[in-house]
């Protein structure tokens, strides 16, 4: 323990510039703008409860303030902010302090990402996907690939190899389509988001 | 021999990488199968993306609590937030390094956020980036630093 006394006491221990707190503001509003709706999305599909997913959006703009007041250098900050949100749902999941849900699942409830009236299509599209036998991970990296993450990033908010989620992706697509061919036992469900699809595109 | 679906999802994604995209970039230049294959994947990638399109959030609202919150942090150094907050890095510092090491990493009217700059160091440099960052996410949770009324 001495030694690790000793070891610590000779470190340089001034953290590495925070920038500027305007420069910080700055930061945190253009990423604020860019990555909310998706950060909220995603955690509301995930907590299926509105005020948790509004919470998980709060703290991680908030702690992503403090880790750069004091100096932290975050190398991809929209998958840091997508992970810290991650984290916080399934958290708060874990406590049962707000949900009345199981935590397996972004699966049967109907996400309330959008509004009824905003795209049903788009919607029934994304809840299709349990229906199609799709697991809750590869759901959860289809929706992050969808609010535009990298493999890393996804990797790096589920705690998984960049290559797993490739995995994931490819296997998640491959029930896809197994699905839009109506080869799969459980394509029946995918029927009304198939029917509004072609609607969509006409 | 036609590169694997899953393959060309990881190609569709620009993950693939220079020297797997630049063989499956040659073999679609001549496979009308695998170009099917291709378009078919991106309609769906299309298809699923068109949803994270909409955004429904109220970001004014939404930053502006963010904002408050950080301006309100700034202002009161010494508020419930950043105490609890040095109060669990010390705790965290003396749990991995013994209690000698919080003196060495703790100066005296340190503001808090300094004091998780130094502690995250440490943390790094021991613990290494993952753990550290597991530790740092126990320090940061449930800070409760923003107002309810002011959350979107």
Same mark, same amino acid.
């Given at each position: 323990?001495?030694?690790?006394?000793?070891? $610590?006491?000779?470190?340089?221990?001034?953290?590495?510039?925070?920038?500027?707190?305007?420069?910080?503001?700055?930061?945190?509003?253009?990423?604020?703008?860019?990555?909310?709706?998706?950060?909220?999305?995603?955690?509301?599909?995930?907590?299926?409860?509105?005020?948790?997913?509004?919470?998980?959006?709060?703290?991680?703009?908030?702690?992503?303030?403090?880790?750069?007041?004091?100096?932290?250098? $975050?190398?991809?900050?929209?998958?840091?902010?997508?992970?810290?949100?991650?984290?916080?749902?399934?958290?708060?999941?874990?406590?049962?302090?707000?949900?009345?849900?199981?935590?397996?699942?972004?699966?049967?409830?109907?996400?309330?990402?959008?509004?009824?009236?905003?795209?049903?299509?788009?919607?029934?599209?994304?809840?299709?996907?349990?229906?199609?036998?799709?697991?809750?991970?590869? $759901?959860?990296?289809?929706?992050?690939?969808?609010?535009?993450?990298?493999?890393?990033?996804?990797?790096?908010?589920?705690?998984?190899?960049?290559?797993?989620?490739?995995?994931?992706?490819?296997?998640?697509?491959?029930?896809?389509?197994?699905?839009?061919?109506?080869?799969?036992?459980?394509?029946?469900?995918?029927?009304?988001?198939?029917?509004?699809?072609?609607?969509?595109?006409? | 021999?036609?590169?694997?679906?899953?393959?060309?999802?990881?190609?569709?994604?620009?993950?693939?990488?220079?020297?797997?995209?630049?063989?499956?970039?040659?073999?679609?230049?001549?496979?009308? &199968?695998?170009?099917?294959?291709?378009?078919?994947?991106?309609?769906?990638?299309?298809? @699923? &993306?068109?949803?994270?399109?909409?955004?429904?959030?109220? &970001?004014?609202?939404?930053? =502006?609590?963010?904002? &408050?919150?950080?301006?309100?942090?700034?202002?009161?150094?010494?508020? =419930?937030?950043?105490?609890?907050?040095?109060?669990?890095?010390?705790?965290?510092?003396?749990?991995?390094?013994?209690?000698?090491?919080? =003196?060495?990493?703790?100066?005296?009217?340190?503001?808090?956020?300094? @004091?998780?700059?130094?502690?995250?160091?440490?943390?790094?440099?021991?613990?290494?980036?993952?753990?550290?960052?597991?530790?740092?996410?126990?320090?940061?949770?449930?800070?409760?630093?923003?107002?309810?009324?002011?959350?979107?």
């Amino acid at each position: 323990m001495a030694a690790l006394g000793s070891k $610590i006491g000779a470190m340089d221990l001034s953290p590495c510039c925070p920038p500027p707190a305007t420069g910080i503001e700055r930061e945190i509003a253009e990423l604020y703008e860019r990555e909310a709706g998706g950060i909220l999305r995603y955690a509301r599909a995930l907590a299926m409860d509105q005020a948790t997913a509004d919470d998980a959006l709060q703290e991680a703009f908030f702690r992503f303030f403090l880790c750069r007041s004091a100096g932290q250098q $975050i190398r991809s900050p929209k998958g840091w902010l997508f992970r810290v949100a991650h984290n916080y749902v399934v958290d708060q999941k874990k406590a049962g302090s707000r949900n009345q849900t199981g935590v397996e699942s972004l699966t049967d409830v109907p996400c309330p990402a959008h509004p009824p009236e905003s795209d049903a299509y788009v919607s029934d599209l994304l809840q299709a996907l349990p229906q199609i036998g799709l697991s809750a991970r590869e $759901i959860e990296c289809v929706r992050l690939r969808t609010e535009g993450l990298r493999y890393e990033e996804i990797a790096g908010v589920l705690g998984l190899q960049a290559g797993t989620v490739g995995a994931f992706l490819a296997r998640a697509h491959d029930k896809l389509r197994k699905a839009v061919n109506g080869g799969g036992h459980k394509s029946r469900h995918f029927g009304p988001a198939l029917v509004r699809e072609k609607r969509y595109a006409s | 021999m036609h590169p694997s679906i899953a393959a060309l999802v990881v190609f569709c994604d620009g993950e693939a990488g220079a020297n797997r995209g630049s063989r499956i970039a040659k073999h679609l230049a001549k496979c009308e &199968s695998c170009r099917g294959q291709l378009r078919r994947i991106r309609s769906e990638k299309d298809r @699923l &993306s068109a949803g994270a399109a909409i955004s429904d959030v109220d &970001s004014r609202k939404g930053l =502006a609590a963010v904002l &408050s919150a950080m301006a309100d942090w700034r202002h009161s150094p010494v508020g =419930a937030g950043a105490s609890e907050l040095r109060s669990r890095l010390r705790w965290q510092i003396e749990t991995y390094f013994g209690s000698s090491a919080v =003196a060495v990493v703790e100066r005296p009217g340190m503001p808090a956020e300094e @004091l998780l700059g130094r502690a995250s160091e440490i943390l790094d440099v021991f613990l290494g980036p993952a753990a550290a960052e597991a530790v740092r996410d126990e320090v940061l949770g449930g800070l409760d630093c923003i107002r309810s009324e002011a959350r979107p």
